[in-house]
């Protein structure tokens, strides 16, 4: 019988939605022929999640919960739990949202034999499904200034976004090799985030994966998917439930700025072009939503 894999840890940043930490948790404790170690990094929330997941899991040695000092960000959050366990030992890290699920009681295991297969691999992924259907979002192109100039409006992400995504339908069942991984679930070696320091916390959400890329890429190394592997996400159900429409695409507009700015040195000009299309956007969304009520008043 093949020895357990002792050797990774799942790190698990929780924000206020406890109870989610810990049924996915207790659903990680389901994976056959690997032992892994969870760390939950609880991102300063305001609600007790700490008391409430440090009493949960008081008596599991498998499962251990720290806090953060402040909650800043998911990159910050990340980084934490990832210094946090620097001298541990652990050859593999899974970084993974509270709000997914796996049915495939072997995919941590089929996830490190993927792994090793690959040359000049930094992380891999399955394919993340939303109900049911595989999402865009399981991975994308790294986007340049126009890119984003596109997806900051409604009317121009609908008619021209659809560059910047892979059409998983031409995908066979082999690794696929892409740019920028989904932030909500992903493996690879602990080795790899010290060699690029760690996530930029210069984000607080949104464009983290993508800074991540362009870091990967620029010593030579490679992401990819595994189709015919696949977990199901909800659809950022934290963002979504703490946060209003307007000022999650504030952050990402945030987001945008930072990674223009420090990575290409983006000019002032180029900025305040973004600024500008934020406001549009915001204008351009309280519209339809106005319209979406006329029409259903009527």
Not at 135 to 154: E, M, N, Y
Not at 187 to 212: H, M, Q, S
Request: glycine residues 4%; aromatic residues 16%.
């Amino acid at each position: 019988m093949q020895k357990a894999n002792k050797s990774v840890c799942v790190v698990i940043l929780n924000y206020q939605t406890y109870t989610d930490t810990i049924n996915y948790v207790n659903s990680l404790k389901d994976q056959k022929g690997i032992e892994l170690h969870i760390l939950i990094v609880d991102n300063c929330s305001p609600n007790n999640s700490y008391d409430h997941l440090s009493n949960y899991f008081d008596s599991d040695a498998d499962v251990e919960v720290i806090k953060s000092a402040r909650n800043g960000g998911y990159a910050y959050g990340n980084n934490y739990g990832l210094r946090h366990i620097e001298k541990r030992g652990f050859e593999y890290i899974v970084i993974s949202n509270n709000d997914i699920e796996i049915s495939d009681q072997y995919l941590m295991k089929k996830l490190i034999e993927e792994y090793s297969h690959f040359e000049n691999v930094a992380f891999i992924a399955p394919l993340m499904r939303t109900k049911g259907k595989v999402s865009k979002l399981s991975a994308w192109k790294l986007p340049s200034f126009f890119d984003d100039c596109i997806q900051s409006l409604r009317l121009t992400n609908y008619l021209f976004g659809r560059k910047l995504q892979y059409d998983f339908k031409l995908f066979s069942d082999q690794p696929q090799k892409v740019d920028c991984l989904s932030g909500a679930f992903f493996l690879g070696k602990y080795e790899i985030f010290t060699r690029v320091n760690f996530f930029d916390e210069g984000t607080f959400l949104y464009g983290e994966e993508i800074i991540l890329a362009l870091r990967l890429k620029s010593i030579g190394l490679s992401n990819f998917i595994i189709p015919k592997l696949d977990y199901h996400h909800q659809n950022s159900k934290t963002i979504s439930s703490l946060l209003t429409i307007y000022r999650t695409h504030k952050h990402l507009t945030d987001s945008r700025l930072y990674y223009h700015s420090k990575y290409f040195g983006a000019s002032f000009v180029k900025l305040y072009f973004l600024k500008f299309l934020h406001y549009f956007w915001c204008m351009e969304t309280f519209l339809y939503s106005l319209i979406c009520k006329m029409i259903l008043k009527k």
